[in-house]
């Protein structure tokens, strides 16, 4: 997909960057790093991403040379290592350099995986639901969500939500590996002050439909609160593993994003 291939060119040039400032700079990065290894390797790993880099601008929608940068990383920490359990390293220099790495090694192999299309035969719905009792009244409820615009108040993973014409929104959401995706939805049905309903349009970087009750709860004490998310990942079930390990399991996520929206509406700061 075009959000894929945008994030292969930017690996495509970061490689470039890096490996160009490797082969110009290496005294510098070397104390910047906290590793005093011998610049001869540094220059070796520069021409290596150079080498990565541009196999990537050149077949931006392959992941071939996406692989090469993800065994690269492995290497580098490799590295980082040795160079930590040695005495001749700044300690917490390294250590910093090593998160770095991580991070964007795993965004190295989460674009690897999506442009390998492993899954794509496999891929499945995924169903997650919660209900949750709110002492608030399901008008006011209802009034909150059905701005759209408020959820991310309460649901971390969504970056926004632009509230357009006809019942159509666009949603940005955040991703494994600090990457984002997107997608505009439209609303299926609303029954004001009982439900509303959703459902991805055409084109979207993650299908999915979601629908939210809002019940009286018994004794009068305040509103049942049931949502219900089906999505189908990106990489089929390759790619829901991959999200889980980089902490954005859904079932979690909702559960999480529900306390918080009803910490959120019991809170007297909170008028609706």
Known sequence: KKTDKRIAQGLGWFSIAVGLATLLIPNA????????????????????????GAGILSRPDEAGWLWARVAGGVMDLGLLGAAHRSRRADEDRVEGTAAAVAGVLALDLYTAVRLSGFGGGEARTIQVSR???IERSPEELYRFWRDFENLPSFMTHLRSVEVHANGR?????????????????EIIRDKPNEMIAW???????VDNCGSVHFEPAAMGRGCLLRVKIDYTPPGGKLGATIAKLFGEEPQQQLDDDLERFKQLMESSAIRV
């Open 169 to 185: 929104s666009r949603w940005v959401a955040k991703a494994p590996a600090g990457t984002t995706v997107e997608w505009e939805a």
């Open 29 to 52: 990065l070397c104390r910047m790093i906290g590793d005093r290894r011998s610049t001869t390797t540094l220059r070796l790993l520069g021409v290596r991403d150079l080498a990565a």
């Open 131 to 133: 209900d949750i009792t």
């Open 199 to 205: 459902c991805s349009l055409s084109g979207a970087d």
